[in-house]
């Protein structure tokens, strides 16, 4: 079976000097010079003993070489863990707890917060400004058994947290190249030479398995270090874009960024651009769509399916009177898609169920996780996503709620319990309750429900700078609401449901 090494030699061989990847750090590699920088790259980590089945973090932004370190730990059969650098040193401390690292490579950026982390752990740091690219070494033999398609491509994780231990998800190669294939034969134009723009952070499968696949294409990539909606526009206009994707609330910023310049921006380059992690507004999208005036596509998905999309809402659906923009589109190839109740039997048409899915390239488990990866299965072998959805009668899957309490903040997935247990360490908090409440530019905002310890007269903003010392900043409540006592069921289950009502009023969803 095909591994990414084969592949992009492969392309080396097909069209050499075509542009593979090209970065905002001036870093640029044709196909060829791709194929020589992680051969070079792969020695330098065979000379550090690195090899078979080692776990290596990267934990770096984005640019070329965050992909040439993924590719060249491949190619010594090493297991390159993608990890979050939003995330706070003991956030990472614990991840790594789960990951056992042999090495970490990183960047002049995220380096304090690997010896804050880690101080113990080799390390590689990408070469920086004023700072030549030096690690490298001889050609290493090849590792034929780990060369192939049922071996780990990438680990990615859902979550470094203080609160809950991490699902660590590995992706195979075969299923990155399987997603890349469906992509390929459903998005026209895509073709070799196509140039594409990737703004999303590469820890996130949205925005790896949108490089991987331009690379599968024959594409050029050019790789944004982090998102801006300013230097997004001009991107597109610079380099003559043609595909691209973002999360929902990077539209709206390059939306309302086009709209505030005195003279329009060329974007005719645009082609498609293709969304999810979070929902988008019906109105959102059509001021999108009109806005800047190229194709869109929604794909639903979540990482344990490597890339590949659950469902599609296509171009065709995306017209300004469609009545399927609140939708996820259609179950795509290669998935059952199933509604299911408490008894994991179908509900009837158009009722809201768990979806449960089951794909031609099967969920492989979470690592060295079997009771996580038991819980997630059904009794005959469908995948339970966590969320609730409905089908109507033309097969359109709508999300409108989650099975479990995570909430997507600005494509960030955010889980409830971490930051509630990090906020009940507060010495002037009594109990705590975390939701998603709307918010019109990141789907979902970070809520907190306090109950206060005695007369402490605590202060929003106070609460919220607390965790901002603690934690990511992406997981930290933006609102705090001070109440009496948490509604609680008769076995003294906070009832959350009552607490997001006056939040979801007049919403088409429970979530974003």
């Known amino acids: 079976m095909l591994s990414w090494i084969h592949l992009l030699e492969w392309r080396a061989r097909r069209h050499p000097e075509l542009t593979a990847l090209a970065d905002d ?7 060829a010079e791709l194929v020589a920088a992680v051969d070079r790259c792969a020695g330098g980590w065979a000379a550090t003993g690195i090899g078979c089945d080692d776990v290596v973090a990267i934990v770096a932004r984005n640019r070329v070489d965050w992909i040439v370190h993924l590719l060249a730990l491949n190619r010594v059969g090493a297991v390159p863990a993608a990890v979050n650098w939003r995330l706070s040193p003991d956030e990472i401390r614990a991840l790594f707890g789960e990951l056992s690292p042999a090495a970490v490579v990183t960047d002049d950026e995220d380096l304090p917060l690997i010896e804050a982390a ?3 752990l080799p390390r590689v740091v990408m070469a920086g400004a004023g700072r030549p690219d030096d690690f490298g070494g001889p050609i290493p033999e090849r590792p034929a058994h780990r060369l192939r398609g049922d071996t780990p491509f990438v680990l990615m994780h859902t979550s470094g947290t203080t609160g809950a231990v991490p699902k660590l998800i590995p992706l195979t190669n075969q ?34 398995a949108n490089v991987t696949y331009g690379l599968f294409i024959g594409a050029s990539v ?52 293709g969304y999810g992690a979070s929902a988008i507004s019906p109105e959102l999208l059509r001021s999108a769509i009109e806005t800047l005036g190229c194709r869109f596509r929604q794909n639903y998905g979540c990482t344990e399916t490597g890339g590949f999309p659950i469902s599609t809402l296509e171009p065709s659906d995306h017209t300004p009177e469609s009545t399927h923009l609140r939708s996820a589109g259609k179950p795509a190839l290669n998935w059952e898609v199933r509604i299911v109740g408490h008894d994991f039997d179908d509900v009837p048409v ?32 469908f995948w339970r996503i966590g969320d609730i959805g409905r089908i109507d009668a033309e097969g359109y899957l709508t999300i409108v709620d989650r099975a479990k309490d995570m909430l997507v903040s600005g494509g960030e997935n955010v889980y409830p ?15 705590v309750a975390v939701i998603g409440v709307p918010h019109p530019r990141w789907g979902e905002s970070v809520h907190a429900v306090v109950v206060e310890r005695g007369q402490e007269d605590l202060q929003p903003d106070a609460v919220i700078a607390w965790c901002r010392e603690r934690m990511a900043g992406f997981k930290c ?20 449901r009552v607490l997001r009502e006056k939040f979801w009023v007049g919403q088409e969803r429970a979530v974003s």
Not at 25 to 31: A, D, E, I, K, V
Not at 417 to 426: I, M, P, T, Y
């Open 25 to 31: 750090h001036g870093r640029s590699l044709t196909y």
């Open 118 to 120: 880690a101080p113990d």
């Open 175 to 208: 299923r990155m190249i399987a997603s890349a294939t469906y992509l390929k034969l459903v998005v026209p134009g895509a073709d070799e030479g196509a140039r594409h723009l990737r703004a999303m952070p590469l820890f996130h499968l949205a925005g790896l």
């Open 222 to 273: 050019f790789i944004q270090s982090r998102f801006s909606a300013a230097e997004f526009v001009d991107a597109v206009t610079e380099h003559r874009i043609q595909f691209t994707n973002l999360v929902p609330s990077a539209i709206s910023m390059v939306v309302d960024e086009i709209r505030s310049r005195d003279q329009a921006p060329d974007l005719s380059s645009l082609v498609e651009i």
């Open 350 to 381: 158009g009722e809201p169920g768990e979806i449960v899915v089951r794909g031609a390239e099967p969920f492989d488990g979470y690592w060295n996780n079997p009771e996580a990866t038991a819980a997630a299965m059904t009794p005959d072998g």
């Open 417 to 431: 319990a971490e930051v509630e247990a990090l906020l009940r360490q507060h010495p002037g908090i009594s109990e």
């Open 477 to 496: 409540p933006t609102s705090v609401e001070f109440v009496d006592e948490l509604p609680r069921n008769a076995t003294g289950k906070i009832l959350k």
